[in-house]
């Protein structure tokens, strides 16, 4: 079974870039077929797909976030980092990374809380 665990700061400034990486154990990140990625779910709304990792390093992001989100990996670490550059307070929500395979997620990480500050 993958596990997956989400890590980075809990708190940016607004402007800033945010970095949260997610480490991948008991699976490879270039596994054929399985994509890496990252959602986020704002408070009080629903769940937003942010974009995701290939197994073979290709990356496609959600097209409102594709101007600011890059999406890379550290074959070596097994990892996965996501970056959203000038954040703003509307970027604040609880981040998880997630493992799909045949079009559906089959692991998720724990998820982790990041706030933006003004």
């Known amino acids: 079974q993958v596990q997956l665990q989400e890590s980075g700061p809990g708190l940016v400034n607004a402007s800033q870039t945010l970095s949260l990486t997610c480490t991948v154990s008991g699976g490879s990140i270039t596994t054929a077929y399985y994509y890496w990625s990252w959602i986020r779910q704002p408070p009080g709304k629903g769940l937003e797909w942010i974009g995701y990792l290939t197994y073979t390093g290709n990356t496609f992001f959600d097209p409102s976030l594709a101007s600011r989100a890059s999406i890379w990996r550290d074959t070596t670490k097994n990892q996965f980092t996501l970056q959203l550059t000038s954040v703003t307070p509307e970027d604040a929500a609880v981040y998880y990374c997630?493992?799909?395979?045949?079009?559906?997620?089959?692991?998720w990480g724990q998820g982790i809380q990041v706030t933006v500050s003004s």
């Open positions: 997630a493992q799909y395979y045949d079009n559906k997620i089959d692991s």
